[in-house]
């Protein structure tokens, strides 16, 4: 057998130990003879490097340095889940399920295991990247640290996509982290707090042969197709034919780590049997895991049924009732927010609670706290919101001191002793000190350059507070004036840092306009209503001199908005900002790009979109409706004006439009309006 021979296969024969001892559990050679096999390898494979594979086994102890995580776009964007905590809560989802999409549904119930969320991206049955959640958007690129994970397959087995991402969990095993912490703490170091925050620093580190070090395991849980593949024999484009649970075979199939708790089930009776058994049994996994996630197992169902801005429609979490504490209430003390909005805080005497120590907890506003009747001194329970965020549930009547004194809200704003003001409707108190109040300044240029707004390469919330602090900055236009000669006195900020944030500003005018009008922190104006706001007035002069009327007919916009936006835009101030924010340069009109494929040609008109079609997909469907004027609606009803049908759509769907005698047209009868 020749050296080239012999190093592949070796290579195929340790891929297939690792396989059998951190995928399925069940090693058939013990660890020394598997060690010699890899030495053999190494061996081999440092005399006669041109024979070396990319995803060669050696590859996994590590060794590769990363100083700064290249930041990466998500091809498909990594959504966030809605929670539930009762059998209601599935029961109206169900309702809402139901209500969007045609026949029977069944569904897919999943262990919720809480550790770091991870894309992989595979071509030609290699790893290619692994990046992490980050802000659903984009995230880091930590391939070099995942490759150092035994059960993250390097090379593929049997039949696989040309190019698809998987979706997973890094975890980190209870037996690996205390044997971790034994280590620390015989060393004298401070034990790790829990397994899932150590698991999200593990994927941070820049020494890849520390990580490699860590007994990270790797739970998948979803496959994004990218092309036509036929997993099982049939036709998957447009997902037909293809579900859930059946992805969850195939990637057990390419020799991924999927949990075997899954269960394919028929109504949501069927989920609370599961979400009841797991709550009790839970505690028996070598994971730690915090609920149970639902999804509709039918995938072409779940394209139809789509997204909201922040979660699919089609799954939902279950969350375990969370772990209760009690402790002392030492203090209360108020934060005012970017909008003025005053928030309550919580002091508490430091205490554990699902692995962290908690001592601050919202209390919201001053309804929360007089329906808690909550004061200084009470003994508090404590538990964690979906096991996340710490809040106060109740008082422990039974520890009250005798001389004890209702809370009284405070009626000035804690920094500027501006008197507070509480709107009729509104749950919090505002200081409406908007030009004065150092922390409103400070957070509304905070959000200006986040990352879903301006995204300001180099500048970050402490250094934004600091050029406030120092009078260099007073709103967020003023930051287009800044020198690097001005910020290099800042602390902590060296010549390159400097330059990198001058460029970072500069850059930033670039930002599409949508994306502008998000970063301006009008109160009420989310991401997904500034791209509402952008498409319908094209430019920033259009929406300023929009009336109350002229925005509640704009699709989707509330009383509420309508008068944050009017009443933004008859601030002076705020007028003067973005008379130079235009001056600077930033993006205040649509692209080009954009306004050329936008038109009024469907302006007024409803559409419901069903089924499977050939010419363009759905979304592209959706897309050209409201890129043309139009609204995209998920249900029909008497407002609809046209129901796009296409193959497979459901009985009812159409059953409904002709009883209400809606026109039902074809993907072709859609495309010959636009032309």
Known sequence: MDIQQQIKTLSEELRQHNYNYYVLDNPTISDYEFDIKLQQLQELEAKHPE???????????????????????????????DNSYSKEDLLDWETRIKKLVDGDVQYTCELKYDGASISLTYENGSLLRAVTRGDGTQGDNVTANIKTIKSVPLKLKGNYPPKFAIRGEIVLPFEGFNKMNEERIEIGEEPYRNPRNTASGSLKLQDSSEVAKRPLE???????????????????????????????ELARQMGFKVPGAAKLVNSIDEVLE??????????????????????????????????????????????FKAEQVSTRLNEITYQVGRTGAITPVANLEPVELAGT?????SLHNADQIEKLDIRVGDEVFVEKGGEIIPKIIAVDLTKRQMDSQPTQYITHCPECDT???????????????????????????QHFISRKAMDIEGLGGETVALLVNEGLIYNYSDLYELTKEQV????????????????????????????????????????TVAK????????????????????VNVDEIGIKIAESVVDFFLSEQNVHIIDRLKEFGVQLTLSED???NQTDKLKGQTFVVSGVFETVSRNELKKLIEDNGGKVSSSISSKTSYLVAGDKMGPSKREKAENLHIPIINEINFLQMLI
Not at 422 to 436: F, I, L, S
Request: aromatic letters at 10%; proline letters at 4%.
């Open 218 to 248: 790797c739970l998948l849980y979803s496959i994004i197709l990218y092309d036509n593949f036929s997993p099982f024999g049939r036709n998957a484009e447009g997902k037909e034919g293809f579900t859930q649970f059946e992805s969850l």
């Open 532 to 551: 509402k706001l952008a498409i319908h007035y094209k430019n920033i002069d259009a929406l300023s001199q929009a009336t109350l009327l002229d925005l």
């Open 51 to 81: 024979f070396t594979e990319a995803d060669s086994p050696t590859k996994r102890v590590g060794g590769e340095v990363t100083k700064n995580f290249e930041t990466v776009v998500h091809e498909h964007r990594m959504y966030s889940l």
């Open 594 to 596: 954009v306004l050329a």
């Open 357 to 361: 120590t908690v001592k601050r907890a």
């Open 274 to 319: 599961f979400v009841d058994y797991w709550d009790v049994h839970r505690h028996d996994l070598p994971y730690e895991t915090d609920g149970v996630v639902i999804k509709v197992n039918d995938l072409q169902q779940q394209e139809e049924l789509g997204y909201t801005a922040k979660a699919p429609r089609w799954a939902i979490a279950y969350k």
């Open 488 to 527: 290099m006195p800042l602390e902590r900020m060296a010549e390159k840092s400097a330059e990198n944030l001058v460029n970072g500003i500069e850059a930033s005018k670039q930002i599409p306009f949508e994306r502008v009008l998000f970063a301006l922190g009008i109160r009420y104006v989310g991401e």
């Open 419 to 445: 008197e507070l003001v509480r709107q009729e409707g509104e749950a919090q108190h505002y200081c409406p000190n908007y030009n004065g109040c150092k922390p409103q300044i400070i957070g509304r240029i």
